[in-house]
């Protein structure tokens, strides 16, 4: 689709930005990092009036151009370097009408790079509940911008901004907010002179700011060192200086075009809430009571669309069993890659439902709550108030989670957040638990509403969070940092969920797990289907003989006796013999052969277990539409003991490892980019991994 130009959105946090994005765009999103960085952007195209589209971009929420992160600093980069794929030719300034002084610092720092602005300015319903009246047209013509009122949560406006957006060759620039010059006489023009660039407040932000911008030349990051020695300059200094002026700007710009007529009865309201939501301990039960409603949730609601994903998938195979022609192309396809596609994607409507309940949590307001109510055990546990961002977010997934850690600037608490956020169950754990509580928990209410099974799924995710805890106590001993970190964060007043708002969240969180699972499940689905269905020559003859010679028992009905020759196939493929090596390793723990060919697969993705096992127990014996998969599990025994391979002992076990070990490569890349040392993953991978096995061990020794 042809774009016509190029717009980002910038504000400060909690302004609504997200919700403008999602307004702008629709369905019409992707998700990348920024060219050269990790940093996680969102990007959408947005129709216009007169047939026009948009590329919109979701620039990190900040508030000031002076970065105090790596988030913060991809701004800055995008908005000077014009040949960024992310620089814009308009931004979006989204301003939070209910807390205009605040946003306007940032508005006054962009209006100087001389960008062509438009002000979205939004909440303008709950400014007018707070009693803030805002003369918009005399603060348009104070900041000679065009300023649309919007609200984002609402819809209201849109239209207006993205016919204003379609307008946007007609924008004149913005006037200097501040004399630039007052601040350093005489530099401006040096460094206009000695480094290519023409803007006054780019020049001064690139003196201020060199080592954080990572497309200025070494020639040029010289001749500003020199600069700045010359000068004396002092950044902080220097960055104070110029808030006082832009704040008397701001100051002289809002004092006859904002009023407040009444108290501000709804963060009144929120705070009344907050008694009782952030309470000391009454805050904690509800978050428990919460979390157990979730789970609960998780385990009940989602049954059925599990039960019509199972059952479509079995019908499939049986279809194309039934109909393709017999070879190895239709094994393939029914033995392998359907049973480890439908083993993780049956799991779809949980993973939904786990993100509806987070994207309600957020959009309310109440998240950002539980952040601020975690901060005091994280101080006790040694770690930066900041590192709750992460903590949390490990929830869904540690690879962004990890990537937010950015905002952390003490280094040690970014490294132990680092290394122990890994351990908060993510969304790629579910499938795993899931399945295995279903093996070794009863399906059972208890006073015929709470499922056992709920439970055990809430207690995983809250080992998750002691265990993390626990880590993080013990690595703030081992290492030293003199630094000292703070946190601070704006607590959000209390709003009813945007639903569709959580429809595009839900949707975009499933899609990426589905897509992003899909193709390591189908690689690996292919992989070990291959490695199940030949051995070294002449093995798979040996078996057939065996049977049809040495085991003529007429006791054994023909199905049994294929299956049984199914199942030795199995043990004498490569896949067996994979299995069969690191066997001994594993016996300690309770698991067999079948279980470590699991573990090994589930290296790239810890949800790839649910698809192998899936696809092991397809090859072993029956065909895969005679009997549900899980049903296979259940009923699998031990062909030494014939006990059942799943008991208790066992099952807990494989939660105990799977909770605590580092299965996931891709956490373990990005764990490396962000510390720029391998030691690092490999700290991570060795404490998880002895942890889970040590673990996991004591579980089954004490159960069995």
Known sequence: ?????????????????????????????????????????????????????????????????????????IVLEVLADTQNSGHPDLLIFIADASNLKRNLLLYTQVADLKIPVIIALNMMDMADRNGIRIDIDALANKLGVRIIPISA???????????????????????????????????????????????????????????????????EIEKLKQLEKEYDINPSKAQAKETIARYEFINDVLYDTVQRDSKPSQENYSNRIDKILTH?????????????????????????PMDLISNFFV??????????????????????????????????????????????????????????????????VGLNGKSVIPIIGGLACAVPSIMSTRSIENWKDRI???????????????????????????????????????????????????????VAWVMKKIIKSGQKGYFIMELPVYQWPRWKNVGLTMLQK?????????????????????????????????I???????????????????????????????????????????????????????????????????????????????????????????????PNTGLPVFTTAVGFSLLIFYAFAMQCMSTMVVVYKETNALKWPVIQFLYMTGLAYLLSFGVYQILK
């Open 1 to 73: 689709m042809k774009v016509d130009l190029k717009v980002a959105l910038i504000g400060n946090p909690n302004t609504g930005k997200s919700s403008l994005f999602n307004a702008l765009t629709g369905m019409n999103q992707k998700v990348g990092n920024f060219p050269g960085v990790t940093v996680e952007k969102k990007t959408g195209l947005a129709k216009l009036p007169e047939g026009r589209t948009a590329q919109v971009i979701d620039l990190p929420g900040t508030y000031s151009l002076y970065p105090k992160s790596k988030d913060e600093a």
């Open 153 to 219: 949560r609402n819809g209201k406006g849109i239209m207006e901004l993205k016919q204003a957006i379609a307008e946007a060759n007609h924008i004149p620039l913005q006037a200097d907010t501040i004399d630039l010059d007052s601040l350093y006489p005489g530099l401006i023009t040096r460094i206009i002179q000695d480094v290519n660039v023409s803007n006054p407040y780019l020049a001064l932000q690139l003196v201020y700011q060199y080592p954080y911008i990572s497309y200025l030349k070494s020639e």
């Open 280 to 304: 000391k301990f009454g805050g904690f039960a509800i978050f428990l009571l919460i979390l157990f409603l979730i789970f609960q949730a998780i385990f009940t609601w989602a049954k059925v």
């Open 315 to 380: 019908t499939l195979t049986t279809l194309l069993s039934d109909h393709l022609p017999p070879g190895p192309l239709t094994q393939l396809i029914t033995n392998g890659v359907l049973p480890g596609l439908s083993g993780v994607l049956v799991f779809i409507p949980q993973i939904a439902i786990l993100f509806i309940f987070i994207s309600i949590l957020e959009d309310t307001g109440y998240m950002a709550r539980v952040t601020f109510m975690m901060d005091k055990i994280m101080r006790k």
């Open 416 to 470: 132990i957040t680092i290394l122990v956020t890994p351990l908060i169950t993510c969304s790629a754990r579910l499938p795993v638990y899931t399945l295995l509580i279903s093996l070794i928990v009863p399906q059972r209410m208890v006073w015929g509403f709470i499922s056992l099974q709920g439970i055990a799924l809430m207690m995983m995710y809250l080992l998750g969070f002691f265990s993390a805890f626990t």
């Open 510 to 542: 499933v899609k990426a797990f589905a897509f992003q699972a899909g193709k390591v499940i189908i690689a690996v689905s292919i992989i070990l289907w291959v490695l199940a269905s030949y051995a070294p020559p002449g093995r798979f003859a040996e």
């Open 544 to 638: 057939e003989h065996y049977y049809k010679t040495q085991r003529s028992d007429k006791s054994v009905s023909a199905s049994e006796n294929d299956r049984l020759v199914a199942s030795a196939k199995l043990e004498a493929s490569y896949a067996g013999i994979l299995g069969k090596t690191i066997e001994p390793v594993i016996r300690p723990l309770g698991y067999d052969w079948k279980i470590g060919i699991a573990l090994i697969t589930s290296f790239a993705a810890r949800e790839v277990f649910v698809g192998t096992m899936a696809t092991i127990y397809s090859a072993d014996g029956d065909s895969h539409h005679q009997e549900a998969i899980l049903q296979k599990i259940k009923n699998a025994k031990n």
